[in-house]
């Protein structure tokens, strides 16, 4: 028995979903689809912000396959490879802003209501406690969210694609206002949450195929 648990080869196992649910197979491949297909944005700026969600996702599948979109798309390795740190930084990003809720948890803050626009002031606290850290994150991010490659607009919607990835709500508010102050529409803001939530759903089904192996074991 291979010791292997991810290979190009079981990704071909997809379409058995076609056979054992395939009105919900069917109904999702077309959403997928029409995600890339529909919208004002390019599919290169889609296919660049569905590398980054991929690398949050960590779906080996979903990251080969986006890659290989991308190139088709006429998307560099340049542009990729910002995507990617745009992707890390949010990761990053969401974890460091969920520290105010350790810092309310830690100080014995007593609100049913766990999630408030006043608590990510608390950020700031970490400079204090982790001075180096915090201002080594803080050059990253700021570098990150400066693409060389792709315009503000559409780094900003890079990044809240991957806001919606990761859950986090103080991410989601900071990136959709700095996507709309660099001019980024609605439209597009819906555009780019749908290519989000297609490869957070994309990698549940793409990693089905380890669920086959599992159960075929």
Do not use: W
């Not at 979903?17 to 889609?46: C, I, Q």
């Not at 990044?159 to 597009?188: D, F, M, R, W």
């Amino acid at each position: 028995m291979s010791e292997s648990l991810f290979e190009r080869s079981y990704f071909s196992r997809l379409n058995e979903f076609s056979d054992l649910a395939p009105d919900m197979f069917r109904e999702f491949m077309t959403f997928n689809e029409g995600v890339m297909k529909h919208g004002s944005l390019s599919l290169k700026v889609k296919e660049l912000a569905a590398v980054a969600v991929a690398h949050v996702t960590g779906c080996p599948y979903c990251i080969e396959l986006h890659v290989t979109n991308l190139k088709e798309a006429g998307g560099n390795k340049e542009e990729m490879s910002e995507a990617i740190l745009i992707g890390t930084a949010l990761k990053a990003g969401s974890a460091i802003a969920h520290g105010v809720n350790a810092l309310n948890a830690y100080d014995g803050v007593e609100d049913e209501t766990l999630f408030k626009r006043q608590y990510f002031d608390r950020l700031g606290e970490f400079s204090k406690l982790q001075p180096e850290m915090f201002s080594s994150f803080v050059d990253f991010d700021g570098q990150a969210l400066r693409p060389s490659t792709m315009s503000k607009k559409e780094g900003e919607l890079i990044a809240v694609a991957v806001a919606h990835t990761t859950g986090c709500p103080y991410c989601i508010e900071l990136h959709t206002k700095a996507a709309n102050k660099e001019g980024a529409s609605k439209e597009e803001l819906a555009e780019i949450i749908f290519v989000a939530t297609a490869l957070k759903a994309g990698s549940a089904l793409a990693h089905g195929v380890n669920a086959l192996n599992a159960y075929d074991r």
